[in-house]
């Protein structure tokens, strides 16, 4: 038995914010996700505070929802696009292309194209085929390279080994962009999606710097940009830092590596601007126990892996979860609807859900609002994608 069953709401949410979303989601059919876009807005603000020398390039892959695009559109953000359908819906909402960059290392040659005619003229790259590709679709645009960084370890929800070169890879490419028309402009970086870890920031920065100053002693070029991706962390179980800490260390080792004219830099936040705006409701299908001496019960409820919580693989990102059920816990195993074996959430990370929790009572799923929707399957098992609402 353990004592504390539910995660406390005041940790994630003022109470006047959960009201809110609770009374809306009252009496709505389970499973959905309710977004309060008045907390991003909020959380957009802070983060233009803790970064006031940066420009947001909203990563519109972690909720592309027209209301959350209006919004950060109408607040001034710009926006890191991953494909052509991401592109059309901002574009469809009056966004610009100059208010645009094209974020995917991996891309078709006719996508570089559309882009380009759209008038994006911002490219990030990391390989010397994509390179040669935009040179050729879109001629004369800036290109930033994105270097590997070794945060690995430290984020929740890792994004390297896939995307970015090495150093010296970074300058070749650098270079040749150069050679073949473009405006060598910068150099990328994610230090991993829910990045705990300060100092992955500052690696990734020494990296950068070496960068900068080798291109300029060593080819005359003068880089302008530098774009620290995401990876600043929202609130989920595994505490973190304060934005507000990252965002004065980040600017100190900025300023120790660049000293006190900085370059342009961009941050493209995903997660910490929307996680916490979201709320998802699901429903208790069925609780079991495997055996009449069992320690642990099972719950499965009507929302998994497939429907919107796909980054509880390997438990990676521990949402937290909350019933108004109150009373003693038992820690329990928390299982999806779908007859698939791997529709298992939480299996090794105990939750300790009420004892009294009851085959229809609801479970909050807290700090769900970015990388739940679009993750959801149009039809695994029959069931319908994940529903969102905005209030
Ligand atoms: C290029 C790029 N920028 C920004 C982000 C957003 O990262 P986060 O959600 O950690 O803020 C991602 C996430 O995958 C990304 O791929």
Redesign the pocket.
């Given at each position: 038995m353990t004592e504390s069953a539910n995660a406390n709401i005041a940790d994630y949410y003022d109470a006047e914010t959960f009201k809110r979303i609770k009374t809306f989601a009252d009496g709505k059919e389970t499973p959905f996700v309710v977004i309060d876009t008045a907390t991003i807005d909020r959380q957009y603000n802070e983060l233009v505070e803790g970064f006031p020398y940066a420009k947001v390039y909203y990563?519109v892959?972690?909720n592309p929802a027209q209301q959350v695009l209006t919004m950060l559109r109408d607040k001034g953000a710009s926006f890191?696009i991953?494909s052509v359908y991401e592109l059309e819906k901002v574009l469809a909402l009056g966004v610009t292309g100059d208010r645009i960059s094209y974020?995917?290392t991996i891309k078709k040659s006719k996508d570089i194209r559309t882009f380009y005619e759209k008038g994006v003229r911002m490219f990030?790259t990391d390989s010397e085929a994509d390179l040669r590709n935009i040179a050729k679709a879109a001629p004369g645009s800036k290109v930033y390279v994105r270097i590997l960084t070794e945060g690995t370890l430290t984020a929740d929800?890792p994004?390297s080994r896939k995307?970015g070169c090495q150093t010296d890879m970074a300058m070749d490419l650098l270079i040749l962009a150069r050679d073949l028309g473009l405006v060598p402009y910068g150099v990328s970086f994610?230090v991993g999606?829910?990045?705990r870890e300060i100092g992955a920031w500052d690696a990734a920065l020494s990296k950068v710097k070496v960068i900068f100053e080798r291109l300029r002693e060593e080819d005359g070029i003068e880089l302008k940009m530098i774009n620290m991706?995401?990876?600043?962390p929202a609130n989920y179980i595994t505490r973190t830092n304060e934005l507000k800490v990252y965002a004065e260390e980040i600017a100190r080792f900025l300023h120790e590596d660049f000293g006190a004219d900085l370059p342009e830099i961009i941050i493209?936040?995903?997660?910490?601007?929307i996680s916490n705006a979201g709320v998802l409701v699901s429903e208790v299908v069925l609780i079991s126990r495997k055996s009449r001496t069992a320690l642990h019960r099972w719950v499965f409820t009507d929302v998994g892996k497939f429907s919107g919580l796909i980054e509880t693989l390997d438990e990676a990102i521990k949402f937290p979860i909350w019933t108004d059920k109150v009373g003693e816990g038992e820690d329990c195993v928390i299982a999806g609807p779908t007859c698939d074996s791997a529709d298992i959430m939480y299996e090794h990370h105990k939750y300790p859900l009420p004892l009294n929790l009851a085959i229809g009572d609801r479970m909050y799923w807290l700090s769900t609002g970015?990388?739940t929707t679009t993750y959801s399957a149009v039809e695994f098992n029959g069931f319908p994608p994940l529903k969102d609402y905005y209030i």
């Open positions: 990563a892959k972690a890191d991953a974020g995917n990030a929800w994004l995307f994610h999606s829910q990045q991706g995401g990876g600043f493209e936040p995903g997660r910490s601007l970015a990388y």
